[in-house]
């Protein structure tokens, strides 16, 4: 048997129809370096995903294994309860300093998902030992995505991920999320004041009585399709949350470390969340660890004798994990030492331009749209309604598989293709990637 008739054999894939495998079998990837994986033969694959957003500095990026090579040598794990260790220390002294003003108080954990359930729960339980008990609620914006345990798809609103576990699930307040490409408001990016918050606005004067947080996705909804919004959109909705006395959750999982352009996201909007959650770039995309962060007024709701009841009880085996802490100080070292924001930041220009050279005028373009290096192509089959391609085409599937063929990892979300590369992409890198993506979308469109 090979490999690929075991992998088969043994391994359920994540987020995938097993059955699609029979036709497009599993990749065996054998190595990496900076933007590229290889397979067993020896084909290059180039990561224009980050492999799952979460590559930040390249794949095998030599700084990052040696930090990791020696804390290995020196301790892999320890309880973090009452134990600590200098890179867990360091890390977060490290990203106090970045971090929007307030966020002080680290909570570790060890996947995406895992810091939003924290964040949940934690807001409901500062609300409680705070005088507010009948605040039990959360709202979240429509289309938003925050993982997939129980709790984290519960502020969720993509049917995709949510909708047969429906019974499961917690009593959300949605609020509709901003649509910029689809804007009902009749506005165009420029000339946005945020005019769609009147949604949020409503559903505060309705239930922010019973609700102890928000959660978004600060201006990117990534699994959504990459829809962006205006950071004005974050500054009324902070305005709202303080006058309401509800918490807001930042889930920067996908946009933080520098993905957007800025560090995270919230530095455009020039306001802090109560809380943020981090994971994916923290470590560079090489182990799983995750950090709920939040701020001393938050934190000191909790401190008190421990006959009072009021400590936080949430833990997970592998909080603040060595190795990861590790990656994580590489990481911050790289971000700092060689200028990574600002490299990205004449990258991302390129980016763009490159990708309205071969997109803007394809009669199956309805928009492209870009933050830091984030670029998103919407193709539709009518430019003038904006309408979706059939479900049942999966276009954007057909794309992935002659991408594929081609060397280049696109994992188009529904009809949305999109580039989210490794920070250190250079110019040549983008050129080819672009190049066989256009080339992907004219062997499937014809056009
Ligand atoms: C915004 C956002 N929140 C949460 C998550 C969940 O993270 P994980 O997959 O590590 O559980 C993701 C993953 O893509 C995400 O994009």
């Known amino acids: 048997m090979n490999l690929i008739e075991k992998d088969l054999k043994y391994i359920w894939h994540p987020c995938s129809q097993m059955k699609d495998y029979e036709e497009l079998k599993p990749i065996v990837i054998d190595r990496g370096k900076g933007v590229y994986l290889y397979d067993k033969d020896g084909k290059s694959y180039l990561d224009i995903v980050s492999s799952w957003w979460c590559n930040l500095l390249g794949h095998c ?11 290995l040598d020196q301790l892999e794990h320890v309880i973090f309860a009452n134990f600590t260790h200098e890179p867990a220390i ?27 359930e924290c964040a949940l729960k934690m807001a409901f ?24 345990t129980i709790g984290a798809l519960s502020v969720g609103s993509m049917d995709l991920y949510a909708k047969i576990y429906q019974p499961m699930l917690m009593d959300t307040i949605r609020i509709e999320a901003p649509d910029c490409y689809r804007c009902p408001f009749g506005k165009c990016r420029d000339d946005c004041d945020g005019e769609c918050i009147c949604h949020a606005e409503k559903a505060f004067e309705e239930f ?3 609700t102890c947080a928000m959660i978004v996705e600060p201006l990117l909804q990534g699994s959504a399709g990459m829809r962006m919004y205006p950071p004005v959109y974050l500054k009324k909705l902070r305005r ?55 701020t001393d007024q938050i934190y000191d709701a909790f401190y008190a ?59 199956n373009v309805g928009e492209i749209r870009h933050l830091g290096l984030i670029n998103a192509i919407e193709l539709t089959p009518d430019k003038k309604t904006k309408s979706d391609f ?7 599937y057909q794309i992935y598989k002659e991408a594929l063929k081609k060397g280049l990892i696109l994992r188009p979300l529904g009809n949305v293709l999109y580039f989210n590369p490794p920070l250190i992409i250079n110019e040549e890198e983008i050129d080819k990637a672009v190049n066989m993506c256009r080339e992907s979308v004219r062997e499937v469109l014809k056009v």
């Open 61 to 71: 990026n030599p700084k990052i294994n040696e930090g990791m090579k020696q804390q």
């Open 90 to 116: 360091k890390l977060c002294e490290e990203l106090a300093g970045i971090l929007p003003e307030g966020l002080c108080k680290f909570n570790f954990s060890d996947n995406g998902s895992a810091a939003v």
């Open 125 to 148: 339980q500062y609300q409680y030992q705070t005088g507010h008990p009948k605040k039990t609620r959360f709202m979240c914006l429509s289309e938003g995505y925050h993982g997939e």
């Open 208 to 210: 922010a009585d019973e």
């Open 240 to 294: 709202l949350c303080d006058r309401y006395q509800v918490l807001l959750i930042a889930d920067e999982i996908a946009t933080g470390f520098g993905r957007t352009g800025r560090m995270f996201a919230f530095d455009y909007a020039g306001v802090s969340p109560d809380i943020m959650c981090v994971s994916k770039g923290l470590t560079g995309g090489y182990i799983p660890m995750a950090i709920t962060i939040t």
């Open 305 to 363: 004798d421990y006959s009072e009841g009021k400590a936080f009880m949430h833990s997970h085996t592998y909080s603040g994990n060595p190795l990861g802490c590790s990656a994580g100080l590489a990481v911050q070292k790289i971000l700092r030492e060689d200028h990574i924001l600002e490299q990205a930041a004449t990258r991302a220009i390129y980016l763009n331009k490159k990708i309205e050279e071969a997109f803007l005028d394809h009669p």
């Open 390 to 396: 059939p479900s049942q085409l999966r276009m954007g």
